[in-house]
């Protein structure tokens, strides 16, 4: 075991894992992760925690996952590149170990253009593989990227995003593939709609030996609105939302129940893939779907 985290220990046994978001307010009231860690306890492996989801400064995502932590809840902090140099990361790697903090998600970060602050400057020091790398050599060697040895390692369960519609899309199987090499342990895939495709982007994962080093979470979201579904069709870059699924979810009487049977049946295809090993509920300020979509998935935290 390399974390010794719940999450590592249900995809260590094969088990198909179930993760979900929490999203940190704008706002200093541990409150409100209280709320929704009570919510998604017992109904996840392990629950990300967001740093500044899309450049909006929020609750930092450390301080978010030491509450959820004192709430029973598994976290996984997300680290973007976006706000820190990498020696502001080291720090923070360290101190989230310290917390009991016990998996870590890297990633690049949105581009501060699209937040709330867009003079801010990004610092983007590194990208999300030289940051997974940095972790991974911490961990494992254990040394700060500088060289200079670490004196007690952070053990932490490594892990990363990838977007299986994104152009090109030939490059995103082996984009993931980089990924695996500098030393990830999972990874969690943007929303997913368009089955078709995605099943064609797991089959160059397995070419590529992906799956026998990484266990991959399909990355599954339950739509609101049909405004929603439009909004993620035409503006969310990266996203492919099939004409059917929007005129689906326009023609319901309830789009919000409409959204979540969509979402279910997204899960039931996606856990017959071979090489996936969970799914990831992106359902962030709206929490308290999470229950209700693995009720009707018939799917309960590492289930077989």
Request: net charge negative; aromatic share 4%.
């Amino acid at each position: 075991m390399r974390s010794g985290s719940n999450l590592e220990k249900v995809l260590a046994e094969g088990k198909f894992a179930v993760t979900a978001e929490l999203g940190p307010p704008k706002g200093a009231d541990p409150q409100v992760i209280i709320d929704k860690a009570n919510i998604l306890k017992g109904h996840a492996d392990a629950v990300n925690i967001t740093d500044n989801q899309t450049a909006i400064s929020r609750m930092c995502s450390m301080a978010a996952a030491k509450i959820a932590i004192e709430q029973g809840l598994e976290p996984i902090m997300q680290m973007t590149c976006r706000d820190r140099n990498r020696l502001a990361m080291q720090a923070d790697i360290l101190g989230a170990a310290a917390l009991g903090i016990k998996n870590l998600l890297c990633l690049t970060g949105d581009h501060q253009s699209f937040g709330n602050h867009p003079e801010a400057l990004g610092v983007f020091d590194l990208d999300s593989i030289t940051l997974i790398r940095m972790v991974r050599d911490m961990r494992d060697v254990p040394q700060f990227q500088c060289g200079e040895e670490i004196t007690f390692a952070p053990k932490l369960l490594i892990g990363a995003a990838a977007n299986p519609y994104a152009d090109p899309f030939p490059f995103r199987a082996v984009r993931l593939a980089k990924k695996v090499a500098a030393g990830i342990d999972f990874c969690q895939t943007q929303i997913i709609y368009n089955v078709e495709k995605f099943e064609e982007f797991m089959r160059q994962c397995r070419e590529l030996g992906v799956t026998e080093k990484c266990k991959i979470l399909a990355g599954v979201a339950p739509l609101k609105s049909a405004g929603m579904a439009k909004y993620m069709k035409n503006r969310v870059a990266g996203m492919d939302v099939p004409d059917e699924v929007v005129e689906r979810i326009s023609a319901a009487e309830d789009a919000q129940s409409e959204g979540i049977d969509v979402c279910v049946e997204v899960i039931n295809r996606v856990h017959e893939i071979d090489g996936v090993a969970g799914v990831h509920i992106m359902a962030v300020e709206w929490e308290s779907a999470v229950p209700e979509i693995l009720s009707r998935a018939g799917l309960r935290p590492g289930s077989e």
